[in-house]
């Protein structure tokens, strides 16, 4: 993991922990745990691709790490029982998150290529459990269905007609876990973690008839906000 998204995670956590200190004490008087809410939230994403060749050129075989930014918009509904709350979240979000595999580098075959993998959106729809461990804390486990735009690029190189792409529109799946703390009544941060996987979708770049296998996996964190009615 790269040292700034080390360093993000954890300040993030600090702050969620000062944070949770500061407003425990009862901000919130009726702290509003049941029905829709709305909220935006931003954070970091590392994760891992694998990348293989099955059609057009030599063997291929590399593995690199992925890493960027994301951030959008949330919209869910909460049941609460007791001191359960549990409901459904789905949320996109505009991605920077890329990586480059140099292909002769790696390799040591064939001409110089560089193949980037980059995400253009990512959504997901989950379902969400947990506590309130008080009456303005609540911690959960979340999982569901992960969407996201992620193209296969072939950057220039020894293409006479600039950079050569593919891209697809996958579906994995996602698990995680957060936490939610309430500022007043009705507005509350979170922090919160997310595997997701989207499998091994074959990518085609026509105009150079090769075919790629890309297997993506990301751990996404994001700090946000959310406001219930």
């Known amino acids: 993991m790269k040292l700034h998204y080390t360093i993000l995670a954890v300040a993030s956590a600090y702050a969620f ?6 407003f425990a004490a009862g901000s919130a008087t ?8 709305v909220g935006a939230g931003m954070g970091g994403a590392v994760g891992d691709t694998d990348l293989q060749s099955t059609m057009g050129g030599p063997p291929v075989s590399s593995e ?19 001191q359960l709350v549990f409901g459904i979240v789905a949320d996109i979000s505009a991605s920077e998150i890329d990586d480059v595999h140099d292909r002769q580098q790696e390799t040591g075959m064939g001409p110089p290529t560089k193949l980037e993998t980059s995400y253009d959106w990512i959504a997901t729809l989950r379902a969400r459990g947990g506590r309130l461990v008080n009456p303005n804390t609540l911690l959960y486990v979340h999982g569901g269905a992960a969407f996201a735009s992620i193209d296969l690029t072939e ?7 600039g950079d050569g792409i593919a891209s ?10 957060g936490g939610e703390i309430k500022v007043n009544d009705n507005a509350s941060l979170f922090l919160e973690y997310s595997y997701m996987d ?22 996404v964190f994001k700090i946000g906000v959310n406001y219930a009615f």
């Open 17 to 22: 922990t000062i944070g949770g200190n500061v």
């Open 64 to 82: 690199s790490e992925t890493s960027g930014i994301l951030g959008g918009g949330i919209i869910g509904y909460n049941f609460l029982s007791n």
């Open 198 to 219: 989207f499998g091994e979708p074959n990518y085609l770049i026509k105009d150079d008839d090769k075919a790629f296998d890309n297997d993506n996996t990301l751990h």
């Open 155 to 161: 950057l220039g190189g020894h293409r006479p007609f």
């Open 168 to 177: 697809e529109e996958e579906m994995g799946w996602t698990v995680g876990a």
């Open 30 to 37: 009726n702290p509003v745990w049941d029905g829709f809410y």
